[in-house]
């Protein structure tokens, strides 16, 4: 009874006790092993796919993927630089989109996210009622470092 009486008189008492437990839980919470590092070089993975059949002209194909960057370079201010490069694998080239900075452009930080791509107008190359594609990824960021390749599933475009 006395120490809930000298509690009550007397406040600074329990600050003390008080002050001490936030401490705590910042030296707890401060960990090195906490600290976010990823390489510098942008990794990316496949999240998933909208459909694995498609419509010609009609359906809309929608792909997920996953990146990582430990200083945060992905992105261009400038829209005629690219830095999201998609291959259909019945084509031989990549085609660059443009990226915005995901990140503040004068800072340096570790980055992780999602992005969306979608294609609106796949079509048949061929006479074919059906044919089957996948695409590969990758990105480049502004220091020139270009991620690993991933590559979908396959899709079939339709003719109907």
Sequence with gaps: MVSSISRVICP???RSKLMLIPALLLLIGCNKEDDITYSN????????????????????????????????DIGFEDP???????????LEA???????PLAPPDVS???????TIEFPSLFLFGN?????TKFEI???????????????????????
């Design 12 to 14: 600074s008492a329990g």
């Design 41 to 72: 070089v942008p990794a990316i993975e496949l999240v998933g796919l909208s459909n694995d059949t498609i419509r010609q002209y009609e359906d809309v194909l929608t792909i997920r993927i996953s990146y990582k960057d430990g200083d945060g």
């Design 94 to 100: 990549f085609d660059g989109f443009y990226v915005g």
């Design 128 to 132: 074919g009622a059906v044919e089957n």
């Design 109 to 115: 930080v570790p980055i992780q996210g999602e992005l």
């Design 80 to 90: 005629q630089q690219y830095a999201l490069y998609v291959r259909d694998i019945r």
């Design 138 to 160: 990758k990105m480049i960021d502004r220091a020139g470092n270009e991620s690993n390749v991933i590559e979908t599933d396959f899709v079939a475009i339709t003719r109907e």
